[in-house]
């Protein structure tokens, strides 16, 4: 147990009440002559926000002073919501007064208290410390005056603009998109001070607008040059010692199945019945971590990304190109070294046999989904020619779809039916179509496969119980079931047994149910809403959603971290390396890992979701005054949120209903009129307006056109 491991367990127990540095050295055993470090040791822990240094330079918990250590979440209007690090912690409302210079995402200590009223915002903060600042960096679009500027940031929970003094400005000009680096924080009275060190372009400017969006989250766009000379060095041919030491397949029937545009092919499978009627599954995974070591400079900056980000005209990757799109990727014809995952799989959908090995396979085709999906729905004649010798094997591949999405069904995994959005642009980067993406019978497919062999490494890990990174997603918040229950009502539906908690099959049945009905997208998204969100974590706390006791992430390493650092567990376990020493390494650095990758993960959906809705407001510019049918898909106290059929979404402010004065009902998501009792729901069919774009904001603004 490390020292600071050992300070925390003395301070938590029962009673302890602040300790001077001398009472915890008696306690620890430390020297006179080991003071100096064991000063330094504390001193980083009041700066992580682990400890407090009260005013007598006493040492004591942060929970112990009543104080909570977290993350705060800023507001276009100027509060906050501090987000805990404690999971049995609610939110707490911070007022602008109250922030004390704090900004949105900074990690802060503060301490919370209740404000009298009988209120959702009943508890409210103040920011006791700025522990890490998030925003050294901000992004927006400058304003300039004659021997002063401004720069409005582009994310809007960052309520301040920045003060930029004339020797700061660096020649910027009004409406130009920048990268403003802060030299002075907010206080009560004064703006954050800042000097322009980018400037990215006119905000009008094509490409400027994404730009903006990577600069904004700190994207990390190039590689450094030292990443690229490793890459570089890496060879693009496998050799002949690497495949001397595997199982050779590569006269096994590997493909791949991907996107038309994809580049990254990092999973092929083979399938083939057996004799007593069994499917034989292979998933054969890029074995990434054969060329990226760990510790070395490209591990490092692969684990600093986390993640590759899918922007909606470009790709962020984890990994260089000579990896991703080179020696890694399954290109068909070319050998390449794997992991393969074999599953015998019975008729009822279960794996009744597995084996993982270190194998070299050459894919024997790359298949694209919608060709796939043509052939299997459509039997395409052309596409039947072009896929011939495969055939069986896509014939093969739906059946064991079927049986296992049927395993999955039985056992209540919730699969929603949501659409994807596919934005089309133009050479330049303007959005000339934007519509809902299709789920085919090819894409579903390899879902059913990759989540097989995702439960199938997770469990043979847990039964042997070593350190690991799972894909977890915990059970739903009770009190949010019950609100959700509440709100289905509505529509004439009901959760059955629900109570001390609530078993997935309830939910399934309740997709089930709604399935082609007008209702089913929107309950849809507000069950989506009240469930948890997925994450990484050390412990195996299961997966609610897919109704799975064991789950992990293994089959996309060239695009996530979590299943880089899986393969490696894999091969040391393969190769009997999992001593003592090296378990105990795996159960120090995994916690911190799944933390830092989860939190990668959640930047990179932000980053998407900002330039998807980007590209959504850019095209509905030239729409004023153009009317749609859509669906309500939010209500709040200040408006309605309404859906058009190609996924658009846009705002119709309550103060532009003018036949009555409309209040909100939270529990029941609806607005409804004091005098006419009109009611506005969630899933209710509307025709609106199109009146107002807003590019900065990127929002959009409807009026309901009356029927």
Same mark, same amino acid.
């Given at each position: ?24 050295? =008696? ?89 009298? /009223? ?20 901000? $992004? ?9 500027? &401004? ?21 910027? #000009? ?28 006119? +905000? *009008? ?5 994404? %730009?903006?969006?990577?600069?904004? !989250?700190?994207? @990390?766009? =190039? &590689? ?58 292979? $998933? ?80 024997? +085709? ?60 133009? *050479? ?48 739903? *918040? ?14 004439? !539906? ?67 971290? @979590? ?37 990668? #993960? ?23 005054? #153009? ?13 309605? !949120? ?26 029941? !998501? ?10 506005? /729901? ?7 307006? $199109?009146?107002? $774009? *807003? ?8 009026? %309901?056109?009356?029927?």
């Amino acid at each position: 147990m490390d020292i600071k491991t050992r300070i925390l367990e003395i301070l938590k127990e029962r009673n302890t009440p602040p300790l001077f540095p001398d009472q915890l050295m =008696e306690i620890l055993d430390i020297t006179r002559e080991e003071r100096g470090v064991f000063l330094d040791i504390l001193n980083d822990m009041v700066e992580d926000g682990q400890l407090v240094m009260t005013r007598k330079k006493k040492y004591a918990l942060p929970q112990t002073l009543g104080l909570l250590v977290g993350r705060l979440q800023g507001n276009a209007r100027g509060f906050a919501f501090f987000i805990p690090d404690a999971e049995d912690e609610e939110d707490v409302f911070i007022p602008a007064e109250n922030l004390n210079g704090a900004m949105h995402n900074d990690r802060v200590m503060i301490r919370a208290f209740r404000n009298g /009223r009988s209120s959702a915002r009943s508890r409210e903060g103040e920011v006791y410390k700025v522990l890490v600042r998030a925003n050294k960096t901000v $992004v927006g679009t400058f304003e300039r005056d004659r021997n002063f500027g &401004f720069v409005i940031p582009d994310d809007a929970r960052i309520s301040n603009d920045i003060f930029i003094s004339k020797d700061n400005m660096q020649n910027a #000009e009004t409406d130009y998109k920048v990268v403003v680096e802060i030299l002075r924080w907010p206080d009560l009275r004064r703006n954050p001070e800042g000097r322009i060190i980018e400037i990215l372009g006119h +905000k *009008d400017e094509a490409g400027t607008d994404v %730009l903006s969006i990577i600069r904004q !989250y700190n994207l @990390p766009e =190039e &590689f450094p040059e030292e990443i690229i000379k490793v890459a570089n060095k890496i060879p693009q041919k496998v050799s002949q010692e690497d495949i001397a030491k595997r199982r050779d397949l590569r006269s096994l029937k590997t493909f791949t199945m991907d996107g038309a545009d994809a580049k990254d092919l990092d999973d092929a499978i083979s399938i083939e019945k057996v004799k007593n009627g069994n499917f034989k599954l292979g $998933v054969h995974i890029a074995d990434v971590s054969h060329y990226i070591f760990a510790g070395s400079p490209l591990d490092k900056e692969s684990l600093a990304r986390g993640t590759s980000v899918y922007l909606v005209d470009r790709v962020v990757p984890m990994l260089p190109k000579e990896l991703s799109n080179g020696i890694c990727s399954l290109n068909p014809g070319e050998d390449r070294l794997t992991i393969s995952v074999f599953m015998e799989i019975n008729r009822q959908g279960k794996v009744v046999n597995h084996e993982i090995a270190e194998t070299v396979i050459r894919s024997h +085709k790359r298949m694209i989904y919608e060709d796939v999906t043509r052939i299997l729905v459509e039997r395409d004649p052309e596409l039947m020619a072009e896929y011939e010798g495969f055939i069986e094997e896509l014939e093969n591949a739906r059946e064991l779809c079927q049986i296992l999405s049927g395993r999955r069904a039985k056992r209540g995994s919730i699969d929603f039916n949501l659409a994807e959005t596919q934005i089309i642009l133009d *050479d330049n980067g303007k959005p000339v179509d934007i519509r809902p993406l299709e789920r085919g019978i090819s894409n579903r497919m390899i879902e059913e496969f990759m989540v097989v062999c995702n439960e199938t490494i997770a469990e043979h890990i847990h039964w042997q119980e070593t350190p690991f990174i799972y894909r977890v997603h915990e059970d739903p *918040d009770i009190e949010k079931m019950l609100d959700f229950n509440e709100f289905i009502h509505n529509f004439g !539906y009901h959760l059955k047994g629900i109570g001390e908690g609530i078993h997935p099959k309830v939910l399934h049945n309740l997709l089930k149910d709604i399935k082609d009905k007008p209702e089913e997208g929107i309950i849809s998204a507000v069950m989506l809403r009240s469930l948890q969100k997925a994450k990484y974590s050390h412990q195996n706390l299961g997966h609610f959603g897919l109704a799975s006791k064991n789950y992990c992430h293994f089959t996309a390493p060239i695009r996530r971290y @979590p299943d880089l650092m899986i393969h490696r567990i894999i091969k040391e376990s393969i190769h009997g390396k999992l001593n003592k020493k090296r378990l105990k390494q795996l159960e120090d650095m995994l916690p911190g890992m799944a933390m830092h990758c989860s939190n990668r #993960e959640r930047v990179a959906e932000e980053a998407e979701r900002d330039t998807d809705d980007l590209k959504k407001a850019e095209f509905m510019l030239d729409k004023i005054g #153009e009317e749609f049918d859509g669906i309500i898909s939010g209500v709040t106290s200040f408006g309605l !949120y309404v859906q058009l059929p190609n996924t658009v979404e846009g705002l119709v402010r309550i103060s532009s209903i003018e036949d009555d004065y409309y209040n909100y009902n939270e529990k029941h !998501y609806c607005l409804i009129g004091e005098r006419t009792r009109r009611i506005f /729901r969630l899933g209710d069919s509307v025709k609106v307006r $199109v009146v107002k $774009v *807003d590019m900065v904001m990127r929002n959009i603004d409807f009026l %309901l056109v009356e029927p």
